[in-house]
């Protein structure tokens, strides 16, 4: 009923940057929901990434990217940005956008109804 849809993936050498867009459609049109960003590496567990709250005026970040990452949302273009800079080869991953109802678990994946199909990111060395 909500889709999410991620783009801006690709390779990039380290040191580079990269901006990651999640356009929301469906119900999220009508609803408010906090946002977050998560990624995948081969045969390794989901991690979260970053989250920001439905007005924008929260953002959270895991310790690996803090300073590097910068979230943000656009909601007058239900549009959701994840601005990767210096980036290392450690971050290489597929990224995946998500939305929840509430922000109680916004670290966990449990805290989110809806999902991106997910971007690759390859960063080399």
């Known amino acids: 009923q909500v889709q999410l849809v991620e783009s801006g993936g690709g390779l990039v050498q380290a040191g580079g940057s990269l901006r990651l867009s999640c356009a929301a459609s469906g119900r999220f049109l009508n609803d408010v929901y906090f946002m977050g960003w998560f990624r995948q590496a081969p045969e390794a567990e989901r991690e979260f990434v970053a989250a920001?709250?439905?007005?924008?005026?929260?953002?959270y970040y895991t310790d690996s990217v803090t300073g590097r990452f910068t979230i943000s949302r656009d909601n007058a273009k239900n549009t959701m940005y994840l601005q990767m800079n210096s980036l290392k080869p450690e971050d290489t991953a597929v990224y995946y956008c998500a939305a929840g109802s509430n922000s109680n678990s916004y670290a966990s994946t449990r805290g989110y109804d809806y999902w991106g199909q997910g971007t690759q990111v390859t960063v080399s060395s």
């Open positions: 920001i709250s439905a007005s924008g005026g929260r953002t």
